[in-house]
């Protein structure tokens, strides 16, 4: 055994007044949690979106997400809970703060949160993707640190300084062995980086469309297939490889098809009816308007309106001098109009019309 390794926790539950049970598990989980939506709402805001977009979407995407996790952790184990060979009665498939969370299940599932909230709110499922991908990645490497205290989901065994120690007995463990491959760190390092790249890919290649979200899945799940298949906990196999893998490997080839695919896409994403501001707004967004444009359809609006605005500017036909394109009517002619009930109005009218023209031009609005 080596002289250095990395320790693991002594205990994963605290208990509060000696009642109340406060699981490290569940601390990890919930961290991560309000990292990813602390990021997610500076991106959002960045890019232009309204401010509390992202903290009200994780309402929706939280509970689906929670739910969706623990259904794909039952579905792939279910042996762990039914059936002779249970080692867990089955109403223990409810009890979540235990730990056992599948990412796949939690992603699929928030995301349909996600599109619910989105639907409610008028802004593209497309957009917030893209916007929160290098925070859930944050947040699945803060969470993964919740199998740590759990001595859970480690590797085989590994006899360096880096080495993870786990106590003799828990499932996996290899008789006169107490040092394995600490997979939760190298997953919540991998994770990290993944964070890292979509940032940057996101500003240098100005990734929209999805396609962000597309490159943080293809690189999680790039890693989470080696990591997978260092682990020697129990799991469901398929030709030799667990079932994990063979999720990874699919998804992964999924999310570069999408990447590819979504690189022709230029129609507008919508940011809500009320966004705080345009694609200007947004530091990874080209600007469609030159500088200064803006300003000069601003002047000319306002020019126009001013117009309208001035006293007499409807009242010049009724004198009969006429505006351009209008026939002059003889003296005579007009002073009998004149006299008629509603004809001097009706010039009055056509004036306000014609001057108020310039205001009625519709102007371009920058491209979000």
Same mark, same amino acid.
């Given at each position: 055994m080596p002289l250095a390794t990395i320790p693991s926790p002594s205990q994963g539950v605290w208990h509060l007044f000696g009642v109340i049970p406060i699981r490290a598990y569940a601390l990890c989980i919930v961290l991560g949690v309000i990292v990813a939506v602390w990021l997610g709402e500076r991106r959002w805001r960045a890019r232009g979106g309204q401010p509390g977009t992202i903290t009200d979407l994780a309402v929706w995407a939280v509970p689906f997400g929670l739910v969706g996790g623990r259904l794909y952790h039952v579905i792939s184990d279910w042996q762990l809970y039914f059936g002779a060979d249970a080692v867990h009665r089955p109403i223990e498939a409810l009890y979540i703060w235990q730990g056992g969370l599948g990412i796949w299940g939690a992603i699929a599932l928030g995301g349909v949160g996600v599109w619910i909230g989105c639907r409610r709110r008028g802004i593209s499922l497309s957009a917030v993707a893209d916007t929160v991908a290098p925070g859930i990645a %944050?947040?699945?490497?803060? =969470? /993964?640190? @919740?199998?740590?205290?759990? $001595? #859970?989901?480690?590797?085989?065994?590994?006899?360096?300084?880096?080495? %993870?120690?786990?106590?003799? =007995? /828990?499932? @996996?463990?290899?008789?006169? $062995? #107490?040092?394995?491959?600490?997979?939760?760190?190298?997953?919540?390092?991998?994770?990290?980086?993944?964070?890292?790249?979509?940032?940057?890919?996101?500003?240098?290649?100005?990734?929209?469309?999805?396609?962000?979200?597309?490159?943080?899945?293809?690189?999680?799940?790039?890693?989470?297939?080696?990591?997978?298949?260092?682990?020697?906990?129990?799991a469901n196999e398929i030709l030799g490889l667990r079932l994990n893998v063979w999720t990874a490997l699919l998804v992964f080839i999924g999310a570069i098809i999408y990447f590819i695919v979504a690189?022709?896409?230029?129609?507008?994403?919508?940011?809500?009816?009320?966004?705080?501001?345009?694609?200007?707004?947004?530091?990874?967004?080209?600007r469609d308007t030159p500088p200064g444009d803006e300003t000069t359809d601003t002047a000319e609006t306002d020019t126009a309106e001013t117009d309208a605005a001035?006293?007499?500017?409807?009242?010049?036909?009724?004198?009969?001098?006429?505006?351009p394109g209008t026939e002059r009517a003889p003296a005579g002619e007009a002073g009998e109009d004149a006299g008629k009930p509603g004809e001097g109005q009706a010039g009055e009218e056509t004036g306000a019309g014609d001057g108020g023209g310039g205001a009625a031009r519709a102007v371009p609005a920058p491209d979000k």
């Open positions: %944050l947040g699945q490497a803060i =969470g /993964r640190w @919740g199998n740590w205290f759990n $001595q #859970e989901l480690f590797g085989g065994p590994l006899n360096t300084w880096w080495a %993870l120690r786990i106590d003799p =007995g /828990r499932p @996996g463990t290899v008789p006169g $062995q #107490e040092t394995y491959h600490p997979t939760f760190l190298y997953e919540s390092i991998w994770n990290v980086g993944v964070a890292l790249l979509v940032i940057w890919a996101g500003k240098r290649f100005h990734l929209r469309h999805g396609r962000a979200f597309a490159l943080y899945v293809a690189a999680y799940t790039l890693g989470r297939a080696w990591i997978e298949a260092l682990r020697v906990d129990p690189a022709g896409r230029t129609t507008p994403e919508s940011l809500g009816a009320d966004a705080g501001g345009g694609a200007g707004d947004d530091p990874e967004a080209p001035k006293p007499g500017a409807g009242e010049a036909d009724t004198a009969g001098t006429g505006a």
